[in-house]
């Protein structure tokens, strides 16, 4: 059986880096972009990780640029936009693909794991749903995550349990890692 403890990642750096090294963390992974509407998830995000992470937890933030080139810097360049911009201190790794060929084979896991259920109801959300379906035609079944700041919430034995699209309410997340915790 898969678990997140068999993929390998990689760095800003460039080095490779073993997700077995956060086995027994409780772990929230998202990719993110810097240019979103939902870039300020950031702020959320780190005060979780400043809130939790004495408790076990690990935020690891995959950057990508897949969705109307909302993230188009270099990993230094949007490095250093976060910590500047939101104070993030959680892991954060080279910029990576989620959607088409190119896809990070942690992130298809991710999605294969806990599929696609809709961004949810209103307006709001058909017309995301409607842009996110325009976006992601050319990557046909290959396109695992729909949006920027889709965050999969894996507990301390590696198993995907939740999947939590850029609309779900930041304290919903919360509220759910404080109880896996």
């Not at 409780?26 to 702020?43: Q, R, W």
């Not at 959300?125 to 409607?130: E, N, R």
């Amino acid at each position: 059986m898969t678990t997140v403890y068999d993929f390998t990642v990689k760095e800003k750096s460039g080095n490779m880096k073993s997700l077995n090294d956060y086995r027994g963390k409780l772990l929230l992974i998202v990719n993110t972009a810097t240019g979103c509407g939902f870039t300020p998830h950031y702020d959320p995000l780190e005060a979780m990780y400043k809130e939790f992470r004495d408790q076990g937890f690990e935020i690891l933030d995959f950057p990508c640029n897949q969705f109307a080139n909302q993230a188009p810097g270099s990993d230094e360049e949007i490095h250093e936009f976060c910590t500047l911009k939101f104070g993030t201190e959680f892991p954060q790794f080279a910029k990576i693909d989620v959607n088409g060929e190119s896809a990070d084979p942690l992130f298809a896991w991710l999605a294969t794991e806990k599929p696609f259920e809709g961004f949810g109801k209103g307006l709001k959300f058909k017309a995301l749903d409607a842009f996110a379906k325009a976006n992601n035609k050319a990557f046909g079944d290959k396109a695992y995550i729909k949006w920027n700041f889709t965050k999969f919430l894996v507990d301390r034995e590696g198993n995907v349990v939740a999947r939590y699209e850029p609309t779900v309410d930041m304290e919903v997340v919360r509220e759910a890692v404080k109880a896996a915790l």
